[in-house]
């Protein structure tokens, strides 16, 4: 495969009115987002963006140590990208929670850096524009699949995953009311 191809379709910004898949790991790879509510503090972040429409999420799963999303950003929330705003938002929860309940583990995320202290997650998430309905299908199918991966063994089918937007598709019934079904608009 000639690299150069994968390189023009790979950045880590999102165009707005774009489908993309766009993958998120928390600094170092560490299991971050094993607790519940951490994952719940995931989605809360979603559910305001989706809420105030300036995104669309079609398929999501989270895992351990990153999430994976199939979004879509419409407008700026204030002067940033929605994308943007999940990312602060979501540091700002993890490390308020680690800050009164684990800073031992919140110690692994210090930085040098010199506009913070912390660093949740990772620089420079991964976005792929999602150009093609093919494309779209195969990542939404590697997303339902990820939990079950041998190293992860976090379910049997890929609906028995609760953190992930898999039972969504087989049964309709949206648990998280984030999410639309990417059938109706793409």
Known sequence: MNS????????????YNETYFWTCTIKDWLNLLEPLNYKQLVLNSLRKLVINNFIEVYGFVIMPNHIHLILKIFKPNGKEKPNVSFLKDTSHELRKDLMINNPDFL????VTESDRKYRIWQRDPLAINMFDLNILEQKLNYIHHNPLQARWCLAQNTED???SSSRFYKTGVDDFNILTDYRDVF
């Open 107 to 110: 110690r692994l995320f210090e």
């Open 161 to 163: 995953y609760y953190w």
């Open 4 to 15: 150069d191809i994968f390189k023009d379709r790979r950045k880590s910004f999102i165009d």
